[in-house]
């Protein structure tokens, strides 16, 4: 690939999607009735915070006041929640359900197996077949201030053996195919036939298999279509992408790689230095001893190292510290025109494969036109767009691509939000690190928080391939980081307003969590910088209390026709199994609610709007 080529794909930098260099081990302490790890000596701004009190009275949701919480449901909607979250703690059901539905559908015909699918799980989690039907349930939620993120929600539906087929078939490069010669790659970015399926272990997301171009072409016209029914839907919707749905995942492996080992080189200079024990943005590389270090490494030629470290911005307080070290993708020439990774063992920087074939270069480029295209259409339609996260061997060019986006998009308000897994070891420093590039060059900051939907595919692939394990090691572990990144993006928030929020959790104690924060800080509702988000069916106790108490909540509204969900039904199934059997607050609110309207008379209870 010539350097033209390379940069007519998009200027690229690397992303800061690998483990911490933090060693120390980190410090709970207690707060607010909830433990949160200490965070360290970040300053987040210069600002003297006002007393919130003064701008706020404090805000107080009731999640036990049914009335509230059910008032856009009719008696029969609570009945089918009952039905539906009862079917969802039998473990037979659970585990046979596509076997069921299929069974149905043949006993019972086309017509009446959707008819009772309607009535119960579909009607539960599904919002329509299409853009028009679903327009009374987002029409009669926004009357409750519950608004939409938009998931088109139909998936194919491969047995294992044809997704593995399809994974090897569009991971694996035609150079890597030729055999020996090829550059060394790193176990966790290679595509391995027994993780081929990356369905395995998922119970809460989309999986999207390469098949060909013209697939991806029609998959991001789907995508358009839902950004377009998402503005017309509401003044201040969502739409949901993936971007594995949008090109060949072979370049999601390969660039993941390249960034992955620009940042370890960085690391690896770093210790040099005597820096390896400091936060991440504390470490600043002196650049006399940077450049010494690269020359003998034999990392470029002496004049070319010292140019890339000559640019406006760059080498004028004498030292680098990360994010101007991840610049130098974008304006060294020598460095950014073929995906080239130093070899620490030769001292040599390298390519990470030998060749790439015309075709795979295409393929590249029209991945990251894809991308700009949904971007430009969700800016025209006034919707965001919710990028969300993938395993973590694709996670690191996702997030760099998103990034990009960021950087070209949310320049007068949030129109593009990137997805942070809190289950992973690197979610603080990702965070961090990516809100400290945007004060840097003044955008908007856009993040959706989430505990994560690959944890048990995530911990099998590592063991099994032989790398360390990116997950935390247990709930509580998970709840302290995912509490961690939430502060530090309010405190942006509250610093400069240059940042927005979506806490996407059915957690009601996190949720807890951030309403007490945001009354500490007097962070207001109406300020719409903190969304809440949670799953069309499940917690309507957190959504709608909040959504009447003026703040901005959403449903994640799955749409299709119910043939072509049922994948998705089924995940929803095997997700509150665990939920449901973990906890019976749910149904026993939503009984509460009925015993209150039949006592109360409400037999035939229809909620005004």
């Not at 299929?102 to 086309?110: A, C, I």
């Not at 009607?123 to 327009?135: M, R, T, Y």
């Not at 013209?214 to 998402?230: G, L, R, V």
């Amino acid at each position: 690939m010539t350097t033209g080529q390379w940069h007519s794909l998009q200027s690229l930098a690397p992303i800061q999607t690998v483990a911490s260099t933090k060693t120390q081990e980190e410090k709970e302490q207690p707060m607010g009735g909830c433990a949160v790890v200490e965070t360290g000596p970040v300053e987040f701004c210069q600002k003297p915070k006002s007393d919130a009190k003064t701008r706020l009275s404090k805000i107080h949701i009731d999640f036990d006041n049914t009335e509230e919480a059910y008032k856009s449901k009719a008696n029969m909607e609570l009945l089918r929640s009952l039905l539906v979250f009862k079917l969802c703690t039998i473990d037979l059901l659970v585990d046979k359900n596509r076997e069921l539905m299929e069974l149905s559908k043949k006993l019972l015909g086309q017509w009446m197996f959707e008819k009772i699918m309607k009535m119960t799980f579909y009607g539960q989690f599904v919002a329509g077949e299409d853009h028009n039907s679903i327009k009374p349930l987002i029409q009669k939620n926004q009357a409750f201030g519950v608004g939409a993120v938009l998931d088109y929600s139909v998936e194919e539906d491969l047995t294992q053996e044809e997704a593995e087929k399809k994974e090897m078939d569009s991971c694996v490069s035609e150079a890597e195919k030729e055999g020996p010669d090829v550059i060394h790659r790193e176990k966790k970015y290679k595509a391995h036939r027994q993780f081929g399926d990356r369905r395995g272990g998922v119970i809460s997301a989309r999986t999207y298999f390469y098949a060909d171009e013209a697939k991806c072409d029609k998959q991001m016209e789907t995508f358009i279509n839902c950004i377009k029914a998402s503005g017309g839907a509401s003044a201040d919707g969502f739409s949901a992408i993936k971007m594995t749905a949008l090109g060949r995942p072979q370049f999601l492996l390969q660039f993941s790689e390249v960034l992955v080992k620009w940042r370890q080189f960085f690391n690896f200079l770093a210790a040099l230095q005597g820096k390896s024990e400091m936060m991440i943005l504390d470490q600043k590389l002196e650049l006399e001893q940077l450049e010494a270090s690269m020359i003998k490494l034999g990392v470029g030629a002496k004049n070319d190292i010292a140019n890339w470290f000559s640019g406006e911005k760059l080498g004028l307080s004498g030292t680098i510290d990360l994010l101007d070290w991840n610049s130098l993708i974008n304006d060294t020439t020598k460095i950014s025109s073929l995906l080239m990774v130093p070899n620490l063992e030769t001292g040599q920087l390298e390519p990470l494969l030998k060749k790439f074939t015309a075709e795979e270069e295409r393929q590249m480029k029209r991945m990251l036109q894809r991308v700009d295209v949904l971007a430009k259409y969700a800016l025209e339609n006034g919707v965001r767009l919710m990028v969300d996260a993938e395993q973590t061997y694709f996670q690191p060019a996702i997030s760099r691509l998103t990034l990009e986006m960021q950087r070209k998009f949310n320049r007068e308000k949030p129109i593009i939000f990137n997805t942070f897994q809190c289950y992973l070891k690197e979610a603080y420093d990702n965070v961090s690190l990516d809100i400290e590039l945007s004060r840097r060059e003044g955008w908007y900051f856009g993040a959706k928080l989430v505990r994560g939907a690959y944890m048990y595919q995530e911990r099998a692939r590592a063991k099994e391939i032989g790398y360390e394990d990116p997950i935390n090691p247990d709930y509580e572990a998970t709840n302290r980081m995912y509490h961690k990144c939430l502060e530090y993006v309010l405190e942006e928030i509250e610093c400069n307003g240059k940042a927005n929020v979506m806490v996407a959790s059915h957690n009601e104690d996190t949720v807890k969590f951030t309403l007490e924060k945001m009354n500490e800080m007097g962070l207001s509702p109406s300020e719409n910088k903190v969304y809440f988000g949670q799953l069309l069916g499940m917690c309507d106790q957190i959504s709608f209390p909040l959504g009447q108490a003026g703040f901005p909540v959403y449903k994640y509204v799955p749409y299709g026709p119910v043939n072509e969900v049922i994948p998705y039904l089924s995940r929803r199934a095997q997700e509150n199994r665990g939920f449901m059997k973990g906890s019976q607050r749910e149904r026993s609110l939503l009984w509460k609610e009925l015993r209150r309207r039949l006592m109360g008379g409400q037999i035939f209870y229809t909620p005004v709007y």
